[in-house]
């Protein structure tokens, strides 16, 4: 079978069962764009865990006035524990760096993020803990900070904000993971739909491919334009959904990123990453279910 | 070109066999007629030679090809070697006469310069030179199983099936199709024609192979269809 004549037979049979086509079409393009937002907010995940985790801090707040833990028992950190842990602090190979927050500078920051609150008006600096800001090179190394210091004379509380962002991102993980298995399920709606239409399409070109078999037409050139209709549904949703998957992004870029300052969001190439992800899930499916399909109604 | 031996058919969940026993060997260039009642076997017959049934028991050659060891995907290369003529014609409703006659070709894969050379020779074969543009619905049922043989013999097949080619026919265009039919067998093609229409059978005198309860009670030269001894 030459290529012009069998462009030809698909392009007819495309057109005489356009309202399946157009089903298939809008089908796959929905569901491939549910798998491709399942993708992206896996990206956008990924995204935010990127760009908190860097931002992440040990928090080693040291003995104040409101302290009441064991280790705080006499009073306010002196100048000699205070100075002992931070050369402990800085000796420790997983520290990169420490920053000291005296209790004006915590003061200051307390108040810049409560300025509109009442809150701010009823606290004084002496209330707020000093505190030493550990970055880590490493921030799942946490441990290592939390076990040697907890328990020290002068320290109140070793804190780990990852422990509390943890909580955040396991509920993120669920809706991701929700996502997905929307896009999966509604990725094998469309195999379905699929297999059915050319299964419909078979059943409503019986003659032709009667008479393809008559002649000694091998099974795979019958096959081949149903095959091809198939696939050529399956590229035409995927063209789509890449559209609406772009426009996504734009008012992403465009509405949601400048209300939304705290955090990052996921950039252009996990588009086209998800886009060619896509594109493989649909050749894959759309092939797949066609050739079981057919297999099954075209039996030479 | 044709080769039947102890072929015995049983269909499943039915007790007498469909064929029983058949020998019989049809030669390169030959004119058949297969005759005999409904059930007899004829079908059957036909439809193990295209291997669209596998025999219960025996061995068939068809085309120099032993179809019992014949692969799956060799079906088609068989099916290449059978053209094929049914009494409900089969075309194509929507492609042209011109078009259900190249049909073949496109599907085998011939190239476009050979179709436009190969269709108009088959169309001036089949005395329908001026009606290619036509579609099936607008010629008579003479002139659409015209069309049929020229669709089975335009990739020139050795051998050329048909199975009550005039069945639906008034007998003044069975003439026609039988002289269509006679005029490919003096080309050298063997022809195996199953047929209920005794005059046609009568007035061409060919070989004859009569079945009746899927056994041959008759196997004659030059044969008439009602054997009156």
Known sequence: MRAGFLFKEVRIGLRRNLTMTFAVVVTVAISLSLLGIGLLSNAQVNAMKDYWYDKIEVSVFLCGTLSESPTCANGVVSADQRAAIKSDLEALPVVQSVFYESQTEAFARFKERFKNSAIAQNVTADQLPESFRVKLKDPTQFDVVVSAFSGRPGVDIVQDQRTILEKFFKLLDVLRNGALLVGLFSVLTAALLISNTLRIAAFNRRRETGVMKLVGASSWSIQLPFLLEGVFSAVLGWVFATGLLSGLKYVVDQKVAPLLTFTKFFAWNQVWISSAILLGVGLFVSVLASLITLRRYLKV | ?229
């Open chain 2, 1 to 229: 070109m044709i080769r039947f031996e102890n072929v015995t058919k049983v269909y499943a969940g039915q007790e007498r066999p469909a064929l029983d026993g058949v020998n019989l060997e049809i030669n390169k260039g030959e004119f058949v007629f297969l005759v005999g009642k409904s059930g007899s076997g004829k079908s059957t017959f036909l439809r193990l030679i295209l291997r669209e049934e596998r025999p219960t028991s025996g061995i068939i050659h068809v085309a120099g090809k032993d179809l019992g060891t014949l692969a799956n995907h060799k079906v088609p290369e068989l099916r290449r070697q059978v053209g094929t003529v049914f009494q409900d014609f089969r075309l194509l409703p929507n492609k042209t006469i011109s078009e259900n006659i190249a049909f073949s070709l496109h599907v085998l894969g011939y190239s476009q310069k050979e179709i436009n050379r190969e269709v108009p020779e088959m169309l001036e074969l089949v005395g329908l030179e001026d009606k290619g543009d036509r579609l099936p619905s607008e010629i008579s049922g003479g002139e659409q199983q015209r069309v049929a043989i020229a669709r089975a013999y335009v990739t020139k097949p050795p051998i050329i099936i048909a199975d009550e080619p005039t069945g639906n026919l008034d007998p003044e265009l069975s003439v026609g199709i039988m002289k269509l039919l006679d005029r490919i067998n003096r080309e050298g093609t063997t022809v195996l024609m199953a047929t209920h229409d005794s005059g046609i059978v009568d007035q061409m005198r060919k070989r004859v192979i009569e079945l009746d309860g899927g056994h041959v009670i008759r196997d004659q030269v030059r044969g008439v269809y009602g054997y009156t001894g």
